[in-house]
């Protein structure tokens, strides 16, 4: 019978391989999420209701629903209404963008409106516009304080991605599953995949807390 130590051994370059497409749909995922959640936020900062209602009802309706179920329509069900194939890797970064999106849109939603609006009065008297004020004056503010709910994100869409592998996708939890159906080693197995996801979003944790001191508000 084959030793724990080598079963592990032999189980590391397919664990790697399979970290490094998780820390890739995440990267991905992310990079999309952060540009749908700072239109959403900014839209749902608005006074104009036709920019602030649709923002919002994004918001409530991915908020309201299980990633899961997000990822089966993408993946399943868009498909079948549009009559075209979708990869699993696609639908699986779009499932975590439009996800993270409707999350992030919060964080923008929050911090603008942490800022004083004070600020915004005095820089439009001084004759700036909307866009300049929020891009010069509350954007750059608003940033510092949210970078810990940025971090956090990031660490659940972390594991949110473990979810992608129902639809087959080789990331980090897909490719142990891989392991144990071929050796039955399931507790060396999910033992391993717990420590690399540890392992990756204790490194992220780090860099976070050295960010929040950089950027803290003070």
């Given amino acids: 019978m084959t030793s724990s130590w080598q079963v592990i051994l032999d189980a590391v370059p397919v664990l790697l391989e399979g970290s490094l497409i998780t820390l890739k749909i995440v990267s991905i995922s992310l990079a999309i999420a952060f540009v749908i959640g700072l239109i959403s936020g900014l839209m749902s900062t608005s ?6 209602v649709p923002a919002l009802f994004y918001v409530d309706l991915i908020r309201g629903t299980p990633l899961l179920v997000q990822v089966f329509f993408i993946y ?4 079948v209404f549009l009559d075209i194939r979708i990869p699993a890797e696609a639908a699986g970064i779009a499932a975590i963008s439009l996800n993270a999106g409707a999350y992030i849109s919060e964080i923008f939603r929050g911090g603008i ?3 004083h609006r004070g600020q915004m009065e005095a820089a439009r008297s001084l004759g700036m516009s909307r866009y300049l004020t929020m891009r010069l004056v509350i954007l750059p ?3 510092r304080r949210m970078t810990p709910a940025f971090v956090n994100q990031v660490i659940v869409s972390i594991k949110d991605t473990s979810l992608l592998s129902v639809i087959g996708i080789r990331e980090l939890t897909q490719s142990g599953e891989i392991i144990i159906a071929e050796n039955f080693r399931a507790f060396e197995i999910w033992g391993v995949v717990g420590i690399f996801y540890f392992i990756i979003i204790y490194a992220l944790s780090w860099l976070a807390r050295r960010l929040e001191r950089r950027f803290a508000v003070k």
């Fill in 113 to 115: 409106n942490s800022i």
């Fill in 76 to 79: 399943l069900g868009l498909p």
């Fill in 47 to 52: 006074s104009n209701k036709l920019l602030r």
């Fill in 141 to 143: 503010q608003a940033i």
